[in-house]
């Protein structure tokens, strides 16, 4: 066993004796940090949000807020944490805790130290006072509006705050009982960081290096490689291994169905899989990245993904879930299957003989199975150029926000003079696997964009694939949600009102969103499953 320690508030901790599946939030409770709490152990109330260091987009460090109920302690090996206790200055509070206790944003409590983290996460993004809404750019002092009354400004639109604060931010994070304008009062109320704020300078160096682990507790190990050639090399001999990145599916197994793996091996970290590039013909997205650095990084560059994202779980989760993982666990409600299928995206499958690109449409073969084989790792995804000019991502699930889908279509279509040229189709939650809708895209290549030829294939688009009963939706709604969709994204595209053709009342999805054009930009609104 090598030595395994964790910097938390300041102070270098050791991991030992915690097993190599005690989660972060276990670890920094039994070591009296109680601020942290477990309210769910699956990643959806945000209740043990903490603070993590990682590296920055904008800057070197970015203060990164994760579930710690779902992410293993010997993760965070060799990397900085804070928690609700750490953002305090002695005596002195936090300016996002000062304004949670002013405007009455905490009542029993339990949630609030994890508002907080998540709060503190946005107040330290680097481009938040920039926001157009913040008096042209310019920055907010904290003591303005005044502490003693809801802040002044009205927000320049729903979801951001006169100072820039994004309410998304909060997304991942649930109360039971204080109600959520105090808190949101709160996130609208704090100004920028001060120039001696300790955690704002701390952005300006850089992250701790990732730490090689070999961290092993009754016969169970937790192993992070410094390379992709050695991680290989381990799964060749450790096929049985599970691996991880940002462990929000597999840390749900361990907390609700007390899984535990002989070893795990993370590739959270590892360079070769935490690249990007943008070329003339393709779109490469490390395995690795996580969806908050794709989202960033890409900044529009492919708006079917930047429709994506924000329906994607909420921001906890997409600061820890990566594209790798979600593809990797095979599940047919995943969120990016869908859009990856319409955009025809390949995955770089490397393992220790070396790499070969798979198409997405030839990669799933049955329920969470695909044609990785054993020692196998997604190294990345690529997207091919050009993008089609007109994409939507439509999820239709019971909540408007951080829920799973019960059907989710994703559209890439090329439609020069009113004629469809092209027309891709990915479909989840209709079948065993995530599909493309071949004989949909047949239906409309070809012929007239028109409302004669969208109700003709959305009948089509109705009989694709194979939907069954669950407690999410039934069959019957599930194909009538496929229809409805096709004709939602003629209507966007069209200004045309859509018609409901005697399909169930309710909404295609939740999130009202255009349909994106290449002149468009993604508009940030709903989020939905785990990876």
């Not at 710690?68 to 005596?91: K, M, R």
């Not at 794709?294 to 994202?309: Q, Y």
């Not at 073969?365 to 190294?379: D, M």
């Not at 688009?461 to 669950?470: A, F, H, Q, S, V």
Request: proline letters at 8%; one cysteine or more.
């Amino acid at each position: 066993m090598t030595l395994a320690n964790i910097t938390v508030n300041g102070r270098e901790t050791p991991l030992a004796p915690a097993a190599p599946h005690t989660t972060a939030l276990d670890f920094l409770r039994e070591r009296g940090l109680t601020g942290t709490k477990e309210g769910c152990a699956e990643g959806e109330c945000g209740a043990c949000s903490v603070l993590v260091a990682r590296p920055g987009v904008d800057r070197p460090t970015d203060w990164v807020a994760v579930n710690a109920c779902l992410v293993p302690a010997a993760a965070l090996d060799g990397q900085e944490v804070v928690t609700s206790e750490g953002l305090a200055d002695g005596d002195t509070l936090h300016p996002v805790q000062e304004e949670m206790a002013a405007r009455g944003g905490s009542q029993c409590g339990y949630c609030t130290p994890g508002f907080v983290c998540s709060m503190a996460a946005e107040y330290y993004r680097p481009d938040r006072c920039a926001h157009p809404g913040v008096d042209g750019g310019a920055e907010p002092t904290n003591a303005e509006p005044t502490k003693a009354e809801p802040a002044d400004a009205e927000p320049t639109d729903p979801e951001h705050g006169p100072n820039g604060f994004d309410l998304h931010a909060l997304s991942g994070n649930l109360c039971r009982c204080t109600g959520y304008r105090p808190i949101r009062d709160a996130a609208y109320a704090v100004g920028a960081p001060e120039d001696d704020d300790r955690l704002a300078r701390r952005r300006d160096e850089a992250p701790p290096a990732p730490a090689a682990t070999a961290y092993t507790q009754e016969g169970r190990s937790f192993v992070r490689k410094n390379s992709l050639a050695e991680t290989l090399r381990l799964l060749r001999e450790r096929p049985d291994a599970v691996v991880v990145a940002g462990s929000t599916d597999w840390g749900v197994e361990v907390n609700i169905r007390a899984r535990r793996a002989e070893c795990v091996i993370a590739v959270d970290r590892l360079p070769e899989l935490r690249e990007l590039h943008l070329g003339p013909e393709t779109v490469e997205i490390g395995a690795a990245l996580t969806l908050s650095e794709i989202e960033r990084r890409l900044d529009g560059e492919v708006p079917l993904l930047a429709e994506l994202f924000p329906q994607f779980a909420s921001r906890l989760i997409r600061n820890g879930a990566t594209l790798g993982g979600n593809l990797g666990t095979g599940s047919p409600i995943g969120d990016s299957p869908p859009v990856l299928l319409a955009l025809e995206a390949s995955l770089v499958l490397a393992d220790a003989d070396g790499e070969r690109e798979v198409p997405l449409a030839d990669y799933f073969t049955g329920y969470r199975q695909s044609v990785r084989r054993p020692g196998e790792l997604i190294r990345a995804v690529r997207v091919p150029r050009p993008l089609a000019p007109v994409t939507a991502f439509h999820k239709i699930a019971k909540r408007r926000f951080d829920d799973i889908s019960s059907v989710a279509v994703a559209y890439a279509l090329d439609i020069e003079d009113g004629i469809v040229r092209t027309a891709r189709i990915g479909l989840g939650g209709v079948a065993a696997t995530p599909i493309r809708a071949l004989a949909t895209e047949a239906a409309l290549e070809g012929r007239t964009w028109t409302r004669e030829t969208v109700e003709s294939a959305a009948r089509v688009l109705r009989g694709e694939g194979t939907p069954m009963d669950d407690h999410r939706a039934s069959s019957l709604y599930r194909s009538a949600m496929l229809g409805q969709s096709l004709r939602k994204l003629y209507a966007q595209t069209t200004g045309a009102p859509a018609q409901t053709t005697g399909a169930p009342a309710q909404a295609p999805d939740g999130s009202g969103q255009p349909a994106h054009t290449s002149s468009e930009q993604p508009t940030h609104t709903s989020e939905a499953a785990h990876s």
